[in-house]
Nanobody, 127 residues
């Protein structure tokens, strides 16, 4: 059974930092990309960052480049999102997700490619 369990959300002032964690089980991560998405009230879910487990390749949404860092821990099957210089517009529910890389060249910056999702964790940035 696949499980993705997020933690680390909370309330922070603008300019502050948070670190989100996601621990995966039931997957052979070497054939997956592990991503973070977010959804603000009234908006569509959007891509934030992803890491290809086998190569370590990283991809980011333009608005978070230089502020957010995605990383992994092979021993813990964990993927993390370090978020610095947070802005009120970063307020959203953040989701961890896994995409099985079964098609060469598949787009891993769209939620449609991700089959498994965590329950989400709320991040609120106050101004």
């Amino acid at each position: 059974q696949v499980q993705l369990v997020e933690s680390g959300g909370g309330l922070v002032q603008a300019g502050g930092s948070l670190r989100l964690s996601c621990e995966a089980s039931g997957l052979t991560l070497s054939s997956y990309a592990m991503g973070w998405f977010r959804q603000a009230p009234g908006k569509e879910r959007e891509f934030v960052a992803t890491i290809v487990w086998s190569t370590g390749s990283l991809y980011y949404q333009d608005s978070v480049k230089g502020r957010f860092t995605i990383s992994r821990d092979n021993a813990k099957n964990g993927v993390y999102l370090q978020m610095n210089s947070l802005k009120p517009e970063d307020t959203a529910v953040y989701y961890c997700a896994a995409a099985h890389l079964i098609v060469r060249g598949m787009n891993i910056m769209t939620s449609k490619s991700y089959a498994y999702w965590g329950q989400g964790t709320q991040v609120t940035v106050s101004s």
